[in-house]
């Protein structure tokens, strides 16, 4: 399993801290956000510690979203500010895989982040969390498992923050670290250290797949009514919902494209993956539907190898 594996590593590539640095200190004229994180249910409360954000790319390319993005009607997309940071623009470009939301997370001095764990965010689940540093110290901590990490400033690294977890900026000055959430794919695990992949267990690993447009002609005439696990429709957490009665869903054509409307309001692009199968928008292949067609819906939730799938 992959929680044998190193809490965190260093992948295999670097850039000039310098002139990253002087990239992001030229976004002084920037105004700095407080993270408000975002779920199944819509916007959260604001986090109100010294722990400021930058948006580079975001759900929609809003500027205004400060947290890392989840399942919703629109993909990623660069914000406006990614246009005056040539630099931090080379260092997305060059990580091989579907990117999702790039933050500037600005930690204050004296500034210490809760123990917590940031859910369905890992390898199982077909999600990387990474890391550069830019502005940093020695005593700006990211600390994982009890075990403290300071990672020196233009490395790239990977950091299983689906554990315990918990960042501090003991110094005098503000931490600043860029990071990058990411699907899976062969070609980002080959920026591991070799020893890690000689552990990894492959099947583990969800990787992503590359969506696969629908022909007009194939879009169903009909719109498609069926029950929903709550389970599938809570795509933050981490609650199973055993027991809870499940909710009146339909699928519908929006556009050019499949939507997944839920009761109570929550609405969800369908992205096709090939064979009838979708993931939602702005997700990963963590939970799929297909659409049989028998009228048949398979809902599927993966955890690395382990399934949950339900037929209605």
Not at 224 to 236: E, G, M
Request: aromatic content about 8%; charged content about 25%.
């Amino acid at each position: 399993m992959t929680d044998r594996l190193p809490e965190a590593v260093r992948l295999a590539l670097e850039w000039d801290p310098e002139r990253l640095a002087a990239e992001v200190r030229a976004l002084s004229d920037q105004t700095w956000r407080n993270q408000r994180p975002y779920g199944s249910a819509g916007p959260m409360p604001e986090v109100t510690l010294d722990w400021k954000i930058l948006s580079l790319r975001s759900p929609g390319g809003d500027p205004g979203r400060t947290d890392p993005g989840g399942a919703g009607m629109v993909g990623f997309a660069d914000t406006p500010l990614l246009d005056r940071c040539p630099e931090l623009r080379a260092v997305l470009d060059a990580i091989p895989a579907p990117l999702r939301s790039a933050r500037l997370m600005a930690l204050g001095p004296g500034t210490r982040v809760h123990t917590h764990r940031d859910g369905k965010c890992g390898l199982p689940w077909g999600r990387l969390r990474l890391h550069v540093p830019i502005i940093t110290h020695e005593r700006a901590l990211t600390v994982l498992d009890d075990r403290e990490w300071h990672w020196p400033a233009g490395e790239l690294w990977y950091g299983d923050f689906n554990r315990l977890h918990h960042v501090r900026n003991e110094g005098s000055t503000t931490r600043i670290h860029l990071v990058i959430d990411s699907l899976v794919t062969p070609a980002v695990i080959d920026l591991f250290p070799a020893d890690f992949r000689r552990t990894l267990p492959y099947a583990d690993v969800v990787f992503a797949r590359q969506p696969v447009p629908l022909q007009e002609w194939e879009l169903p005439p009909l719109c498609r009514q069926f029950t929903l696990p709550v389970a599938f429709a809570d795509w933050a957490e981490e609650d199973e919902h055993l027991g809870e009665p499940d909710l009146p869903a339909e699928i519908t054509v929006d556009g050019d494209r499949l939507v997944l409307a839920i009761a109570g309001g929550q609405r969800l692009a369908l992205v096709h993956l090939g064979n009838a199968e979708f993931r939602l928008e702005g997700w990963c292949d963590e939970r799929c539907l297909r659409l049989d067609p028998d009228g048949t819906t398979v809902l599927r939730i993966r955890t690395g190898r382990t399934e949950r799938e339900w037929k209605r």
